[in-house]
């Protein structure tokens, strides 16, 4: 399986950026995606996950601004950013896996997002 992200770049406060991550592979056994950041100095934190039902969660600091969604037939997971801060300037990861199955846990490299001030 191999997860990779794309979308990140530099973007002025209240701005927005779309996250995008395309899983490809063997994934009849994913039952869910999230995206974690990890800012510099910080570790790393859930930023939102969808399952494979439509089911999604978000951290506080995300909620309302944040949308996770995920084209089935494509096989892509996005990540709507908007009304962004700086301190949402982080390395953003994606992440493939079941929740039910530890060996099923798959990352991808991260794409940096910087948001100035």
């Known amino acids: 399986v191999e997860v990779e992200e794309s979308g990140g770049g530099l973007v002025q406060a209240g701005g927005s950026l779309r996250l995008s991550c395309a899983v490809s592979?063997?994934?009849?056994?994913?039952?869910?995606f999230g995206w974690y950041r990890r800012a510099p100095g910080k570790q790393r934190e859930l930023a939102a996950t969808?399952?494979?039902?439509?089911?999604?969660n978000y951290a506080d600091s995300v909620k309302g601004r944040f949308t996770i969604s995920r084209d089935n037939a494509k096989n892509i997971v996005y990540l709507q950013m908007n009304s962004l801060k700086p301190e949402d300037t982080a390395v953003y990861y994606c992440?493939?896996?079941?929740?039910?199955?530890?060996?099923?846990?798959?990352w991808g490299l991260g794409t940096q997002v910087t948001v100035s001030s």
């Open positions: 992440r493939a896996y079941n929740d039910y199955v530890y060996e099923v846990d798959y």
């Open positions: 592979g063997v994934t009849f056994n994913i039952d869910a």
């Open positions: 969808i399952t494979t039902g439509g089911d999604t």
